[in-house]
T-cell receptor, first 113, second 116 residues
Framework: NAGVTQTPKFQVLKTGQSMTLQCAQD?????MSWYRQDPGMGLRLIHY???????DQGEVPNGYNVSRSTTEDFPLRLLSAAPSQTSVYFC????????????FGNGTRLTVT | AQTVTQSQPEMSVQEAETVTLSCTYD???????LFWYKQPPSRQMILVIR??????QNATENRFSVNFQKAAKSFSLKISDSQLGDAAMYFC?????????????FGEGTQLTVNP
């Protein structure tokens, strides 16, 4: 049971480049989400999905796109990378009931120069 | 909107001693769950303990326990007999029922150092 698989682990981009962070889970979780972690700010929600075909914005969605074509996959796209997007990104999944803890991927450290 | 506040950016404790990490939250909901996550230097996010708002009994997991004060909206984490492996960033998080798939809101984190 792999849990939440997130790739890549590290990435360096130049300003203006685009890329996709991949996330897959094998636990049949309805809820998937992307967070960014910045020093002193905890984890902030970027986008989330409550099921295939359904996505919504979180707290800091600007500059990011998501789609959810299957239950398993929830990629995060950076359209035109900016230095302000330098951060650690986490994908997480859970059942959508509020008593369910999130299961996290191992994170991607992204640096935009 | 719900907010979660961890007022201690850094804490330190001697090995084998006890330390308490603070967390307060703001909500108008009556039913919700609270979580503590641990993030060691490996960056992995690990669930430490969780508490349902309707349960008056404080949750306990081995050396980890919480002091849940619903009226005060406080949810502190007590680590007993601290070990070197407890050194990590600790995040408090809140989750409530809702049509938004129950979004999780995190605090800013507390960096815990364990001194030998």
């Amino acid at each position: 049971n792999a849990g939440v698989t997130q790739t890549p682990k590290f990435q360096v981009l130049k300003t203006g480049q685009s890329m996709t962070l991949q996330c897959a889970q094998d636990m049949n979780h309805e809820y998937m989400s992307w967070y960014r972690q910045d020093p002193g700010m905890g984890l902030r929600l970027i986008h989330y999905s409550v099921g295939a075909g359904i996505t919504d914005q979180g707290e800091v969605p600007n500059g990011y796109n998501v789609s959810r074509s299957t239950t398993e996959d929830f990629p995060l796209r950076l359209l035109s990378a900016a230095p302000s997007q330098t951060s650690v990104y986490f994908c997480a999944s859970s059942y959508s009931t509020y008593n369910s803890p999130l299961h996290f991927g191992n994170g991607t450290r992204l640096t935009v120069t | 909107a719900q907010t979660v506040t961890q007022s201690q950016p850094e804490m330190s404790v001697q090995e084998a001693e006890t330390v308490t990490l603070s967390c307060t939250y703001d909500t108008s909901e009556s039913d919700y769950y609270l979580f503590w996550y641990k993030q060691p230097p490996s960056r992995q996010m690990i669930l430490v303990i969780r508490q349902e708002a309707y349960k008056q009994q404080n949750a306990t997991e081995n050396r980890f326990s919480v002091n849940f004060q619903k009226a005060a909206k406080s949810f502190s984490l007590k680590i007993s007999d601290s070990q070197l492996g407890d050194a990590a960033m600790y995040f408090c998080a809140y989750r409530a029922p809702g049509t938004s798939g129950s979004r999780l809101t995190f605090g800013e984190g507390t960096q815990l150092t364990v001194n030998p």
